[in-house]
Nanobody
Framework: QVQLVESGGGLVQPGGSLRLSCAASGSIFSRYAMGWYRQAPGKQRELVAIITSDSITYSDSVKGRFTISRDNAKNTMYLQMNSLKPEDTAVYYC?????????WGQGTQVTVSS
C-alpha cells in the first residue's frame, strides 16, 4: 500500500509560480514511477508530467513552464510551476505506479486568476 499526500496548491495570479509537493510512504520510493495529473471542471483527468528513474516526460501544454523532480531521500516528488495561465486551473493529483498498481493522492487545488 502506498499513501500519497499533496500540498502546495492555492490561488495565484497569471504569470505567477507555485510549487507542489507529494509525500509518499513506502521503503522503495526510488523504484516508483511518479507523476502529476490534473483535472479541470468538466474535463477528463490529464497527464502533466511523469518522472521515472531514468526519464522525464511532459505534456505539450506545460513543457518549458513546469519542472518535475523527486528527492528519493525524502520520499517526495515536486512540481515547480512557472508562468502559470488561467487554463492551468485544476485539481492536481499525485500518482505512483509500482508492481502494476496505480496509487493516487487526494488532490490539491490550483487556481490561476487575477
Amino acid at each position: 500500500q502506498v499513501q500519497l499526500v499533496e500540498s502546495g496548491g492555492g490561488l495565484v495570479q497569471p504569470g505567477g509560480s507555485l510549487r507542489l509537493s507529494c509525500a509518499a510512504s513506502g521503503s522503495i520510493f526510488s523504484r516508483y514511477a511518479m507523476g502529476w495529473y490534473r483535472q479541470a471542471p468538466g474535463k477528463q483527468r490529464e497527464l502533466v508530467a511523469i518522472i521515472t528513474s531514468d526519464s522525464i516526460t511532459y505534456s505539450d501544454s506545460v513543457k518549458g513552464r513546469f519542472t518535475i523532480s523527486r528527492d528519493n531521500a525524502k520520499n517526495t516528488m515536486y512540481l515547480q510551476m512557472n508562468s502559470l495561465k488561467p487554463e492551468d486551473t485544476a485539481v492536481y493529483y499525485c500518482n505512483a505506479k509500482t508492481f502494476g498498481i496505480n496509487y493516487w493522492g487526494q488532490g490539491t487545488q490550483v487556481t490561476v486568476s487575477s
